[in-house]
């Protein structure tokens, strides 16, 4: 019988965070676990990490320790405290005013016009 090795990655926003640091722990040592798994999976931010492990452009697990460290982190430091205008960082937002200049931010200041 041969084995059928699966790594499995769970969602939960920051959570990644702990995945891929372990991911970057088991891979310092067992370099195999990168190239001799079967199936990588994922769901919601677990998905992500898959596809940054192994998607078109892909990522050594420290590098993606670093994404999690870096603007996912940012993204969570300061949560919409409004369920009618959550804070997104990866869609630029649109309102009767225009498209907004950041990101992150759904501040009819930050909003500038559009060109129709």
């Known amino acids: 019988m041969s084995n059928y090795t699966i790594v499995a990655f769970c969602g ?4 990644g965070l702990l ?3 372990v991911l970057q722990n088991l891979a ?3 370099p195999q676990i990168l190239t001799g798994t079967n199936l990588f999976a994922g769901t919601s931010t677990g998905a992500d990490t898959v596809n940054m492990l192994v998607g078109k452009n ?4 420290a590098e993606i320790v670093a994404y999690y460290q870096g603007p996912v982190v940012n993204f969570y430091k300061n ?4 369920p009618a205008r959550p804070r997104t960082a990866w869609t630029r937002c649109t309102s009767a005013r225009g498209a907004c200049t950041t990101a992150t931010s ?3 200041r930050s ?4 060109s129709s």
Not at 111 to 114: L, S, V
């Open 28 to 30: 310092a040592k067992y």
């Open 111 to 114: 909003c500038r016009k559009t």
């Open 12 to 15: 939960g926003g920051i959570r």
């Open 79 to 82: 949560p919409s405290t409004t």
């Open 58 to 61: 892909p990522k050594t697990p």
């Open 19 to 21: 995945s891929a640091t």
């Open 106 to 108: 759904h501040s009819p």
